[in-house]
């Protein structure tokens, strides 16, 4: 069955360092998205992306936040200056055709930021 | 230092009985549902969906129930197995412009042999 990869598993970055964390959308969906979950709390959305641009981005995808899709497979998730309370497991998803159909979630990067 | 647990609601089920889990949404606007599974370590796998023009919809061992007039939505897990053992969230999404999925607070599901 096809899945969304996300890489690395676990990222450790000190406060105000850069990290990329990296998705591979499933390979014939056409919307992707980043999501997050702090430790003991709801998965929260944070930006949905179609047709090389953000369609939709929640409060906490500030500027500090950007999303890129590089080349026909990757989908990233750039945090310019981290800090402590960015440490959070970040989701990747993807969706088919319509941002209304089911998304389908990667197994998330453990993002620690000390 | 001190350390912060986890307060989700727990449902603690024998092997073989079936599960029922509860999920209530606020947004009366909201016209799609996901029951998605998470394991440990893990992000949220898809187990079935329902639109806000159905109230009863069936998989394989699932069965999701939606009350629009109370704003409720149920999973069924019919004979509970150890595999169903995980955290189970509910999502919404409201139809419209918006593809922005709302996620529940969760509720694990413990599964005693």
């Known amino acids: 069955e096809p899945e969304v990869t996300q890489t690395p598993s676990h990222q450790v970055t000190q406060m105000g360092q850069e990290v990329i964390l990296r998705c591979v959308p499933i390979s014939n969906h056409l919307y992707f998205y980043w999501y997050r979950q702090i430790l003991g709390q709801k998965v929260e959305f944070l930006v949905s992306f179609y047709n090389n641009e953000i369609s939709e981005k929640s409060e906490i995808f500030d500027d500090q936040f950007s999303v890129e899709r590089p080349d026909g497979s990757n989908f990233t998730l750039k945090i310019r200056s981290t800090k402590l309370e960015d440490s959070a497991m970040y989701f990747c998803?993807?969706?088919?055709?319509?941002?209304?159909?089911?998304?389908?979630f990667g197994s998330g990067t453990q993002l620690s930021v000390l | 230092g001190e350390s912060v647990g986890l307060h989700l609601p727990t449902l603690s089920v024998q092997e073989g009985d079936n599960s029922i889990i509860n999920c209530a949404y606020s947004?009366?606007?909201?016209?799609?549902f996901i029951w998605y599974k998470q394991e440990s370590g893990k992000g949220p796998q898809f187990i079935i969906d329902i639109r806000s023009n159905m109230d009863k919809r069936q998989g394989q061992r699932v069965t999701v129930l939606l009350n629009k007039t109370v704003k409720h939505l149920s999973l069924q897990i019919a004979a509970t197995q150890p595999g169903d053992s995980a955290v189970y969230f509910c999502a919404s999404l409201k139809g419209g412009a918006t593809n922005k999925l709302i996620f529940g607070t969760g509720t694990l599901l413990a599964v005693q042999p």
């Open positions: 998803a993807s969706s088919e055709n319509s941002g209304n159909e089911k998304l389908f």
């Open positions: 947004n009366s606007a909201s016209d799609y």
